[in-house]
T-cell receptor, first 114, second 116 residues
Framework: AQSVTQLGSHVSVSEGALVLLRCNYS??????LFWYVQYPNQGLQLLLK??????LVKGINGFEAEFKKSETSFHLTKPSAHMSDAAEYFC????????????FGTGTKLQVIP | DAGVIQSPRHEVTEMGQEVTLRCKPI?????LFWYRQTMMRGLELLIY????????DSGMPEDRFSAKMPNASFSTLKIQPSEPRDSAVYFC??????????????FGQGTRLTVV
């Protein structure tokens, strides 16, 4: 069965520091992978996705993620944190083809310290 | 398009009452998903539809929960009778799938349900 594991339910960084949010996936076939962001009292919105094209994926708001098959990872990074990045981030996995079930990780809350 | 529209945004009800949550997906989208979010269990997929047909309802917690999609522009999630443990934020999402998948899901703003 497909699944994702997000390491660290809470991450704190200083404004201007590197953001690194970790995600490892489990899938028997090369999956589609997503990062979504949720701001307080809002629904989730897509940051970026990997669909077997380039392994380094760039998303909105300066975020990017790299698909590493050997490590079964899809970590999210941003070189310099901004106060507005404070939110909860979800990694998600989907099997290509067939039905469109997406499985979400448990989320990582990012705190940005001024 | 206005995005995925959910109503109500907040619902407070007494235990035992029937609750109906509503969702209008983005026009033209062929998949609709219902999720439940709680602190304890995170984001759980309850059920999803393809072209108005339920595909997978294995996430529906029990028979008290039911979902319908009578047409392409409307879906409901009903809880009858409601219990305090049903308190959560319920999200509806829709997507348009091209090819084998990897499509973005667009989420509504959610309905915060409190059962007292």
């Amino acid at each position: 069965a497909q699944s994702v594991t997000q390491l660290g339910s809470h991450v704190s960084v200083s404004e201007g520091a590197l953001v690194l949010l970790r995600c490892n996936y489990s899938s028997s076939v090369p999956p589609y992978l997503f990062w979504y962001v949720q701001y307080p009292n809002q629904g989730l919105q897509l940051l970026l996705k990997y669909t077997s094209a380039a392994t380094l994926v760039k998303g909105i708001n300066g975020f990017e993620a790299e698909f590493k098959k050997s490590e079964t990872s899809f970590h999210l990074t941003k070189p310099s944190a901004h106060m507005s990045d404070a939110a909860e981030y979800f990694c998600a996995v989907q099997y290509p083809g067939g039905y469109q079930k997406v499985t979400f990780g448990t989320g990582t809350k990012l705190q940005v310290i001024p | 398009d206005a995005g995925v529209i959910q109503s109500p945004r907040h619902e407070v009800t007494e235990m035992g009452q029937e609750v109906t949550l509503r969702c209008k997906p983005i026009s033209g989208h062929d998949y609709l998903f219902w999720y439940r979010q709680t602190m304890m269990r995170g984001l759980e997929l309850l059920i999803y539809f393809n072209n108005n047909v339920p595909i997978d309802d294995s996430g529906m917690p029990e028979d008290r929960f039911s979902a319908k999609m009578p047409n392409a522009s409307f879906s409901t999630l009903k809880i009858q009778p409601s219990e305090p443990r049903d308190s959560a934020v319920y999200f509806c999402a829709s997507s348009l799938v091209l090819g084998t998948g990897g499509s973005e899901a667009f989420f509504g703003q959610g309905t915060r349900l409190t059962v007292v």
